[in-house]
């Protein structure tokens, strides 16, 4: 019973970093970061993400395009650029690594040592991806935040909400955190099972030591 549910927290772990890492990549790439209405032009919807801005009119449709310049960008965009790739790289690695380790992979069934190290070690790049994941999102949400808030600028001007990419963004960064750790706890809080060849080596054992010291007897 204890196998099986080491098995299962391994499966659910594994599901909810691959979920949190397609949703990560997801964030990085859509342009709903940050999003407004006009007030004059209530057909119209703008929004931002970290590579284009983009323009939502109801008879054109969908116009985007592309910052042209990375040092124009403002610095909150800039470091999210760089974690968000620095997220989806060390996900993707986590996925790489883990899962190797897991239990229902036969490969390597019998280096237990090493299968446990693979899965605390994708349990850690999946903690890190998920941090890398949060801090820019959070990031971004803050500044617009202070933006909203910001009385220097007249109530006239429109002013930057937040967009459908950020609540993605969190649950993807917690999903890889949960994932990390139910990786980590299946490595570290359970048993790892034999091999099946080990059940066997194990139960001839005690026969092949009794068949000698009768032999050895028989000779005396």
């Not at 939502?56 to 650029?81: M, N, T, W, Y």
């Not at 359970?190 to 026969?207: D, K």
């Amino acid at each position: 019973m204890a196998l099986v549910f080491r098995a299962v927290v391994q499966l659910v772990g594994i599901s909810l970093s691959l979920l949190g890492w397609v949703l990560s990549c997801l964030t990085n790439y859509l342009p709903q970061w940050k999003n407004f209405n006009l007030d004059l032009n209530e057909m119209e919807n703008w929004t931002m993400g970290l590579w284009q801005a983009c323009v939502v009119q109801e008879e054109v449709g969908v116009q985007c395009k592309d910052f042209e310049s990375f040092l124009g960008l403002p610095a909150e965009l800039r470091i999210s650029r760089v974690l968000m790739f620095l997220s989806n790289g060390l996900g993707l690695l986590g996925l790489l690594v883990s899962g190797f380790g897991l239990d229902c992979l036969r490969i390597g069934e019998t280096q237990r040592d090493v299968k446990k190290r693979l899965l605390i070690l994708g349990g850690i790049l999946f903690w890190t991806a998920g941090v890398t994941a949060l801090v820019p999102v959070s990031w971004v949400a803050h500044v617009t935040v202070q933006e909203f808030w910001d009385e220097r600028i007249p109530e006239i001007v429109p002013r930057w909400e937040f967009g459908e990419a950020l609540f993605i963004g969190w649950f993807a960064g917690f999903s890889l955190l949960l994932g990390g750790c139910l990786l980590n706890w299946a490595a570290c809080g359970t048993q790892a099972p034999l091999a099946s060849g080990h059940y066997a080596v194990a139960e001839t054992q005690p026969h092949r030591l009794h068949l000698e010291m009768k032999t050895t007897h028989l000779k005396l």
